[in-house]
């Protein structure tokens, strides 16, 4: 079974600066991984994810991810951050069987 | 744009009552999920459906059954709740292939005094 590790709880991050978010995945073979984003009391949303082909993705908001299979990391970064990007931050990895697993996520508090 | 629809945003409830939390997308999605999100933990798989009628076991569903009676309605159900149930509940939906992205309503907060 596929599994994803995220090992940072909380970060903080000046306004303007840049961000990355790690993710570590747990899979056999080529996984398909996501990131989501969840803002204070609403739900999930994609900002991201990869199955194959270019290993660097672009998203939405300004964020891309890159799948380096060697580190087994799909790590999302930002340039520079904006105010609005506070949010929890969940990456997951699903396989053929359209489950997916999910990481503990991380907060981002940005200051300003 | 998809829409993934929840009953209630909010619920509080007694230890024992039976709770039924609805999910209700109009994407003709074939699959659904119902997952349980705690700090710390994430999100974790409690059931999904691929099919109307048709639904197989999460990671954790003791404490909880759902029905599929048509495509575009999933419904979670505690049979009889208890403390340890008051969590957010996240309804998702998905078409069929694993590479899918799974699109989220709105959550449930779920209290049980």
């Known amino acids: 079974a596929q599994s994803v590790t995220q090992p940072d709880i909380h970060i903080t991050v000046s306004e303007g600066a840049s961000l990355e978010l790690r993710c570590n995945y747990s899979y056999g073979a080529t996984p398909y991984l996501f990131w989501y984003v969840q803002s204070p009391g609403q739900g999930l949303q994609l900002l991201l994810k990869y199955f194959s082909g270019d290993t660097l993705v672009q998203g939405i908001k300004g964020f891309e991810a890159e799948f380096k299979r060697s580190q087994s990391s799909f790590n999302l970064r930002k340039p520079s951050v904006h105010w609005s990007d506070a949010a929890e931050y969940f990456c997951?990895?699903?396989?053929?069987?359209?489950?997916?697993?999910f990481g503990a996520g991380t907060t981002v508090t940005v200051r300003a | 744009d998809v829409k993934v629809t929840q009953s209630s945003r909010y619920l509080v409830k007694r230890t024992g009552e039976k709770v039924f939390l609805e999910c209700v997308q109009d994407?003709?999605?074939?699959?659904m999920f119902w997952y349980r999100q705690d700090p710390g933990l994430g999100l974790r798989l409690i059931y999904f459906s691929y099919d109307v009628k048709m639904k197989e076991k999460g990671d954790i569903p003791e404490g909880y059954s759902v029905s599929r009676e048509k495509k575009e309605r999933f419904s979670l159900i505690l049979e009889s709740a208890s403390t340890n149930q008051t969590s957010m509940y996240l309804c998702a939906s998905s078409f069929r292939e694993g590479r899918e992205t799974q699109y989220f309503g709105p959550g449930t907060r779920l209290l049980v005094l």
């Open positions: 994407m003709d999605h074939e699959n």
């Open positions: 997951a990895v699903g396989a053929n069987d359209y489950k997916l697993s």
